[in-house]
């Protein structure tokens, strides 16, 4: 089945820093890759997300790259902000099949 | 906007019980999942129904049974609650399934703790 890994699995950073969160997959049939966030305490999000037909997706802060060739995906936040903390998941789709990653857990420091 | 609502927030069981947890959602959403959050190993897929009355596996299902009698309701029993599955369940709706451009909606999860 798909395998999906995220690094990293967590980091720190000085508010205003930016950050890059990484995600792998294995099974080329996935085609949507909805992006996710999960604050202290709340729900699960949709924050972003590409299709396979797509190389780059920016939403504000947020800026997706996909590339299909090597089955690999940055999700790339600038000038983050304390409200950033959370843990960050993606999730290959295919359409019969969504699968998640392990997560990354990001802390800004204010 | 829809809501998904879980109950209870917090389930404390005894090693054994059957225990049942509950999902309402009020999106009309035709798919309905549940997922098992621990820590460092993501989300994994316990059971989703595809419509009301439909159950179908994820790849964590034993020890589970699951139950969809209205399109607004999903319910998700551990027959035998053990120590080994404390964990966070998330219940999460969809428009419908299959269109390879689902963006599911959670509820704010349901703490199992076994005894």
């Known amino acids: 089945g798909e395998q999906v890994e995220q690094l990293p699995s967590s980091l720190i950073v000085q508010e205003g820093a930016s950050v890059l969160i990484n995600c792998s997959y294995t099974d080329s049939a996935s085609v949507y890759f909805p992006w996710y966030k999960q604050e202290p305490g709340k729900r699960l999000q949709f924050i972003i997300d590409i299709r396979s037909n797509m190389e780059r997706k920016q939403n504000q802060r947020l800026t997706l790259l996909f590339d299909k060739k090597t089955k690999h995906l940055s999700l790339h936040i600038t000038a983050t902000q304390p409200g950033d903390s959370a843990i960050y998941f993606c999730?290959?789709?295919?359409?019969?099949?969504?699968?998640f990653g392990t997560g990354t857990s990001l802390l800004v420091d204010p | 906007g829809g809501i998904i609502t879980q109950t209870p927030k917090f389930l404390i069981g005894q090693e054994g019980q059957k225990l049942t947890l509950k999902c309402q959602q009020n999106?009309?959403?035709?798919?309905m999942y549940w997922y098992r959050q621990d820590s460092g190993k993501g989300l994994r897929l316990i059971y989703y129904?595809?419509?009301?009355?439909?159950?179908q596996k994820g790849d964590l299902s034993e020890g589970y049974d699951a139950s969809r009698e209205k399109k607004s309701s999903f319910s998700l029993t551990v027959t035998s609650a053990q120590k080994n599955e404390m964990a966070v369940f998330l219940c999460?709706?969809?428009?419908?399934?299959?269109?390879?451009?689902?963006?599911?909606?959670f509820g704010s999860g349901t703490r199992l703790t076994v005894l």
């Open positions: 999460a709706s969809s428009i419908s399934w299959g269109s390879s451009a689902e963006t599911l909606y």
């Open positions: 129904s595809i419509t009301e009355n439909d159950l």
């Open positions: 999730s290959p789709n295919m359409g019969y099949k969504l699968t």
């Open positions: 999106f009309n959403h035709d798919t």
